[in-house]
């Protein structure tokens, strides 16, 4: 008789081999697989998603290279990404010039890293921004309802017609042409987005027992949006913050591109591909590097935001 | 369904009086003016042309006479290119972005949805995650790296297509595809994801038991369902293709709207940075007032309970 069979036996059973079990009423109870708290869970189910790790991967490695590769690289070669050397211009990718040089002879590896770190800089700087306006925003709207909602959706609404190119055209003709200033026009109207996710989630949220119960316990509107609410509104806005990330590096690019962004020498990956693209079939190398990187890190970004997305959905569990 | 159109267009037209009042107040914050910075006129001349512009009225004056103008669609002269009016500057122009345009959107739908059916009807299987790989692929390419990619590979390559221009039903091939690479994997991978929802509820289990074919049942039940949520994206298609064509003129040097976009704000040329950004804005608000309309249209839900105020 083996060990789990003696755990089941009734009480009372005697010696007697064939006397009838009863079922275990406690069998069905037993909880065999270790219990998970919620983000154990999204983990692991964004693990189990192989490409958006890989996504996560490239973006880990290109932001390192962005932070670290110009430095080190001026560290052992000298190299910046600023300094003309005529005299080396449109080099072949070499030994010396890993990815080349451009067409003022400055090294594209470094140039190409560069980019990189304002790329994402812009990315994440928009990211954060349209954050903080999006929660604050939203989280009041919702929390209140009723006619504050309604002015501020209105406010938010008349804002959100209006296409955030037409405040970069109208920025640049106020503020000089920057690298704030592209983050300011894409802010102006980029926070809205982040603002209704939140809204509908604290609308969702506000009513639950543990807001009523804070509320209950005397906790003022502030002390319950910001440290009841939001927390556990935490996986949409993630969500829609790693997704607007890469619109906002396209938009850089995007600016940059038709020369309203970042000026020279300053690297971004829009100036360098535009700048490449006119030498594109006797250089090549120009326009490949940068290209190719803005198009890997906005692939990674896209695709490790829908699998965060996936991981928070508790649909997408098959 | 109506008192929410009127609500639409009320605000439709607040977001475009704002965004003409704060244009205004702009160009009119900033100093100097493209009149002043070319080669000092005499006297007489430069007052002739201040006269001629409305430059030496008071301020709130010029603004409405701003105003009056452009409820007569009439935006003003250049000050760059003397005596030409911004409304032929656009006109010449717009036309070529218009077609480009129209054609994009057309053919973004049509991919789109295409694609989205095939994924949706083999899901899990082979065509599914090939449509789905393009999809990802679509999304992720900027257009500033799949234009001239493309333009390398089959024009500078292999010649297989013209490198620039529009002219030739030819021509629109590279700059479409650039154009609608975005929009067609989105409205893939949404009517991918809807599809599939619709697909296994029960309303469709019902059509199949009462034995309808499977055309039947994909085109005349599920596509409607699913179309919605592409009717709710078509503003936003407009809004990038609107966009997105600035970037393309330039690649496939085409002569559209797109070149002003950058012109104007170099040379200060302000009644054409108005006339540019006035014009942008009409465009892009326009496309979602009538993507709003067309949704109204197609999911007979809106007519009865958003018409009550909801949201």
């Not at chain 1, 064939?18 to 065999?32: A, H, L, P, S, Y």
């Not at chain 1, 300053?266 to 594109?280: E, F, L």
């Not at chain 2, 000092?40 to 001629?52: G, I, M, R, T």
């Amino acid at each position: 008789m083996s060990q789990e069979m003696n755990v089941n036996v009734t009480p009372g059973a005697g010696s007697n081999p064939f006397e009838k079990i009863g079922r275990d009423q406690n069998g069905g109870e037993r909880i065999v697989r270790k219990s998970l708290t919620a983000w154990q869970n999204i983990r692991r189910n964004l693990y189990e998603n192989k490409l958006s790790m890989v996504g996560l991967y490239f973006i880990i490695a290109i932001a390192l290279m962005a932070i670290f590769a110009p430095w080190v690289t001026g560290l052992i070669t000298g190299y910046n990404y600023f300094a003309n050397e005529l005299a080396n211009a449109n080099q072949p990718p070499s030994w010396a010039h890993w990815f080349g040089t451009d067409d003022l002879g400055r090294d594209m590896w470094v140039r190409t890293w560069k980019g990189a770190q304002i790329s994402l800089f812009v990315g994440i700087a928009a990211a954060l921004i349209d954050l903080v306006i999006g929660i604050v925003y939203g989280g009041i709207m919702g929390y209140f309802g009723g006619k504050v909602d309604e002015t501020m959706n209105r406010i938010a609404e008349i804002l959100y017609a209006i296409p955030y190119l037409l405040v970069v055209i109208l920025l640049m003709v106020v503020m000089p042409q920057s690298l704030t200033t592209i983050i300011v026009a894409m802010s102006i109207t980029g926070w809205i987005n982040m603002a209704w996710i939140v809204r509908g989630e604290i609308m969702r949220l506000k009513n639950q027992e543990y807001a009523l119960a804070s509320k209950a316990l005397g906790a003022g509107s502030m002390r319950i949006i910001f440290r009841h609410l939001i927390p556990n509104a935490m996986g949409p806005i993630l969500v829609t913050l790693t997704l607007t990330i890469p619109g906002a590096m396209f938009t850089e690019a995007f600016l940059s591109f038709l020369g309203m962004g970042v000026k020279s020498p300053v690297a971004s990956w829009g100036t360098m591909i535009d700048n490449g693209r006119q030498a594109m079939t006797t250089y090549p190398w120009r326009i490949m590097f940068p290209a190719l990187f803005l198009a890997v890190s906005m692939f990674a970004l896209n695709v490790f935001g829908d699998g965060l997305r996936d991981a928070f959905d508790p649909k997408m569990k098959k | 369904m109506v008192g929410y159109l009127a609500k639409k267009f009320v605000f439709m037209f607040v977001s475009l009086f704002l965004l003409v009042t704060t244009t205004f107040a702009l160009m009119n914050a900033v100093p100097g003016s493209p009149l002043q910075s070319e080669k000092a006129p005499s006297a007489a001349v430069q007052k002739n042309l201040e006269a001629y512009y409305g430059l030496d009225k008071p301020i709130t004056t010029q603004y409405f006479m701003y105003l009056k103008k452009l409820a007569h669609f009439d935006l003003g002269v250049s000050m760059k290119k003397r005596f030409v009016s911004v409304n032929k500057m656009i006109s010449q122009s717009f036309k070529y972005s218009l077609r480009l345009g129209l054609v994009s959107i057309v053919t973004s739908v049509l991919a789109g949805c295409a694609l989205g059916i095939i994924a949706a009807l083999y899901h899990r299987k082979f065509l599914d995650n090939l449509a789905m790989i393009l999809a990802v692929i679509g999304l992720a390419i900027p257009s500033m790296v799949l234009g001239p990619l493309l333009q390398y590979l089959l024009s500078v390559k292999i010649s297989l297509l013209p490198v620039t221009g529009l002219k030739e039903p030819l021509d629109y091939i590279l700059p479409t595809l650039t154009l609608s690479s975005v929009s067609i994997a989105f409205i893939a991978r949404l009517i991918r994801s809807t599809l599939i929802e619709v697909l296994s509820s029960d309303f469709i289990k019902t059509a199949k038991a009462k034995g309808l074919s499977g055309h039947i049942i994909v085109w005349k039940h599920a596509m409607r369902n699913s179309i919605l949520p592409v009717i709710t994206y078509l503003g936003f298609l407009a809004a990038n293709v609107i966009t997105g064509s600035i970037i393309i003129e330039q690649i496939f040097a085409i002569p559209g709207m797109g070149k002003f976009f950058v012109s104007c704000i170099t040379d200060r040329d302000y009644p054409l940075i108005m006339g540019t950004t006035v014009f942008y804005a009409v465009l892009l608000i326009a496309s979602r007032f009538i993507a709003d309309i067309i949704y109204a249209l197609v999911d007979p839900r809106m007519r009865t309970s958003v018409g009550r105020g909801g949201k």
